[in-house]
């Protein structure tokens, strides 16, 4: 199948700081891209929805200055968590379809990323 | 709205023995259904879909589902359970269009040795 592949897997930083996240779609150009935050033990909740050229569309109730999303080209979204505090630390994993093929397409995740704010 | 829920939080049977992880689904049209498995800090791994045709779809490392529209349930299965599926698996349903998944809360699957 198709790979997405997410970095880094895991991150550790200061409060206060920002950390950018890179979801890479490898073999096929993905014109959106999905941003997902699991905590633990929870499901996966969709916090916003990245358009290649254009604005992302962020979910109710995410901050879209606090989580920006850049998807600057075809195969590169990045999220970036602007002033973290420990309530960022997630679990945060991004996905992305083969445009073309509509609803009949499975999504492919990254790896994810573990971001801990201490 | 698309919703799909998994009654379950957690489901445990023997090494061997039949699995079944239950989901059902809520959705206004045809349902796009799908199975994702994930593992420890992991992203998700595609298992199967619905999409159409027979009712019983097969899938990545001897899954099955079935779907049924009456029950608007579509149940994942497996014939003979290995310790190595021990891991979270979730249900979940997309709009048509290049839409983004909604997913159930999760089932975690822990199969005994």
Redesign the interface.
Known sequence: ?AV?S?HP??VICKSGTSVKIECRSLDFQA??M?W?RQFPK???M?MA?SNEGSKATYEQGVEKDKFLINHASLTLSTLTVTSAHPEDSS?Y?C?A?I?GQ???T???????T?LTVV | AQSVAQPEDQVNVAEGNPLTVKCTYSVSGNPYLFWYVQYPNRGLQFLLKYITGDNLVKGSYGFEAEFNKSQTSFHLKKPSALVSDSALYFCAVRAPGNTPLVFGKGTRLSVIA
């Open positions: 199948g997405v997410q897997s895991r014109t959106t999905f997902y929870q499901s996966l969709l929805t679990f994993i996905s379809s445009p509509g609803t009949n499975e999504a492919f995740f990254g790896q994810g573990r």
